[in-house]
């Protein structure tokens, strides 16, 4: 069986210190940015996806959690790229356990390249067919990562075509305070205007006015010039 060790050496083999500086920058890992405190390595996101495809197999549970309690970002995120395809290959038992490590590492996943690699692909769809409650708990938490979280985890819900809890958490972070959780939502209404543009339209037409202008631009990017410029001129 693999180790947490041998993924760690792996990756440590494959950094650049030139790469690291940028992904530094890029996700905030400065004094006063969201991802302060994390440490990157500099390993690109396609060399971490190579080596989770080595690993994912041979890779325990209690390894992969291992993994994803440590303080450099590039081995959380192969960690939840590991996680995921151990969720896709798994059966009943495992994927409730990986989402269960998933809900209880929240503090883990903490910048939104990790929660949009993990929420989407594991929250999701492991509630797609279970009460989903939890998402109310997330969206309401003091941690910005789980409030992107519960919105993130509904674009499983959008792709089988179900709106719902999008609406209904898009309406509960309406005046979130961070421009990351702005993004998120504006992003996953967006994804529900892709399949079905009258109803993100019904949506919008009674909240775009109070909307964060970035959550708004998200929301509205795949609309018509025209169409885009009276919801900015607030005259939809």
Same mark, same amino acid.
């Given at each position: 069986?693999? @180790?947490?060790?041998?993924?760690? !050496?792996? &990756?440590? $083999?494959?950094?650049?210190?030139?790469?690291?500086?940028?992904?530094?920058?890029?996700?905030?890992?400065?004094?006063?940015?969201?991802?302060?405190?994390?440490?990157?390595?500099?390993? $690109?996101?396609?060399?971490?996806?190579?080596?989770?495809?080595?690993?994912?197999?041979?890779? $325990? /549970?209690?390894?992969?959690?291992?993994?994803? #309690?440590?303080?450099? !970002?590039?081995?959380?995120?192969?960690?939840?790229?590991?996680?995921?395809?151990?969720?896709?290959?798994?059966?009943?038992?495992?994927?409730?356990? %990986?989402?269960?490590?998933?809900?209880?590492?929240?503090?883990?996943?903490?910048?939104? *390249?990790?929660?949009?690699?993990?929420?989407?692909?594991?929250?999701?769809?492991?509630?797609?067919?279970?009460?989903?409650?939890?998402?109310?708990?997330?969206?309401?938490?003091?941690?910005?990562?789980?409030? =992107? %979280?519960?919105?993130?985890?509904?674009?499983?819900?959008?792709?089988?075509?179900?709106?719902?809890? @999008?609406?209904? &958490?898009?309406?509960? /972070?309406?005046? *979130?305070?961070?421009?990351?959780?702005? #993004?998120?939502?504006?992003?996953?209404?967006?994804?529900?205007?892709? =399949?079905? =543009?009258?109803?993100?339209?019904?949506?919008?037409?009674?909240?775009?006015?109070?909307?964060?202008?970035?959550?708004?631009?998200?929301?509205?990017?795949?609309?018509?010039?025209?169409?885009?410029?009276?919801?900015?001129?607030?005259?939809?």
């Amino acid at each position: 069986m693999a @180790t947490t060790a041998d993924v760690r !050496h792996e &990756l440590a $083999s494959l950094a650049d210190p030139r790469r690291a500086e940028g992904v530094s920058r890029f996700l905030q890992m400065i004094p006063g940015g969201y991802g302060e405190g994390d440490r990157a390595i500099g390993v $690109s996101v396609p060399e971490q996806r190579r080596v989770a495809g080595r690993y994912w197999r041979d890779l $325990s /549970l209690a390894e992969t959690a291992t993994l994803l #309690k440590s303080s450099v !970002h590039e081995e959380r995120l192969t960690s939840l790229f590991i996680l995921v395809r151990k969720f896709i290959k798994g059966d009943e038992e495992e994927r409730g356990r %990986i989402f269960s490590m998933v809900l209880a590492n929240t503090g883990r996943i903490n910048n939104w *390249d990790l929660v949009d690699s993990s929420a989407p692909y594991i929250v999701g769809p492991w509630l797609i067919d279970k009460d989903r409650n939890v998402l109310d708990r997330l969206a309401e938490s003091s941690l910005v990562w789980d409030r =992107r %979280i519960a919105i993130m985890a509904t674009l499983a819900f959008i792709k089988a075509g179900d709106f719902h809890w @999008t609406f209904r &958490l898009s309406e509960r /972070l309406l005046r *979130d305070p961070h421009d990351l959780v702005h #993004k998120a939502v504006g992003w996953m209404l967006r994804e529900v205007g892709n =399949r079905d =543009r009258a109803a993100e339209e019904e949506f919008l037409a009674r909240r775009y006015r109070v909307m964060p202008r970035v959550m708004l631009r998200y929301a509205i990017e795949k609309f018509e010039p025209q169409r885009r410029r009276e919801y900015l001129s607030g005259v939809v």
